[in-house]
């Protein structure tokens, strides 16, 4: 079983550090995350968006990395649960394919992860976020545009989200309508290394598992070989 890896996350994070996992942990075998959740970003200020019966706070969640070689690193995600409140302290996540969320299940099942893996591909392709889910705070209409991509998750996952609601912030109603126009938004997208980290009673998070040094020479190969998509910038 691949070792487990120690995370801590933190308050006003710009941009992640990579963390280097094996092999095992691509394949999900049995790998564990422990983080300290600090804060939603733009606390009172962030974005809120109305769930069904429920209006919520949506965005950019930001926790630190508690030990290991990037201990004090900052980290952001976005949640993929609606049943569960975030936890305070530090709590050991495991790390399990995006289909096999929540905890406890039943699990989404591969369309809702595909779905999830698009959103996130597509704000990704818009200069919203990088690669490891990181963004730029002082991006125009920052907290709006976390806002949208957490609201589009929720959607993905069968969340009653109501856009056009009194009760959604306008100023993520606006970065959702970006987002998700029918006209630029790709479904064909995915996000490679896409995971969640799940918790038997708090709220579960995306996370994405770096490729180990071997592998990238592998990918350059494929790319060599068959063409590189070009990702749509606006």
């Known amino acids: 079983m691949a070792a487990a890896i ?9 941009a992640a550090e990579s963390v280097a996992l094996n092999f095992g942990a691509m394949r999900g075998a049995g790998d564990t995350l422990q983080m300290r959740y600090e804060t939603i970003a733009g606390g009172g200020n962030a974005g809120r968006v109305s769930v069904g019966d429920r209006n919520l706070q949506a965005g950019h969640i930001v926790h630190t990395i508690m030990s290991g070689p990037r201990t ?44 999830v893996s698009a959103v996130v591909a597509n704000a990704r392709a818009m200069g919203w976020i990088d690669a490891r889910l990181q963004a730029d705070t002082g991006q125009e209409n920052y907290l709006g545009r976390m806002g949208a991509i957490q609201a589009a998750i929720w959607e993905a996952i069968g969340g009653d989200v109501q856009i056009g609601s009194a009760g959604t912030s306008h100023f993520v109603s606006d970065a959702y309508s970006e987002l998700m126009d029918i006209q630029t938004f790709d479904a064909s997208l995915r996000m490679a290394g896409l995971r969640a980290l799940v918790h038997p009673s708090r709220q579960d998070m995306l996370y994405v598992v770096p490729l180990p040094p071997a592998a990238f020479a592998g990918l350059g190969m494929l790319g060599a070989c068959f063409g590189v998509r070009a990702v749509r910038r606006r």
């Open 6 to 14: 120690t995370l801590m996350i933190a308050a006003g994070s710009v």
């Open 72 to 115: 004090g690193s900052r980290f952001s995600t976005f949640c993929v649960e609606l049943g569960q409140n975030i936890g305070n302290g530090v709590l050991t996540y495991d790390i399990v394919g995006l289909a096999d969320a929540p905890l406890p299940g039943p699990s989404y099942g591969q369309a809702a992860a595909d779905a």
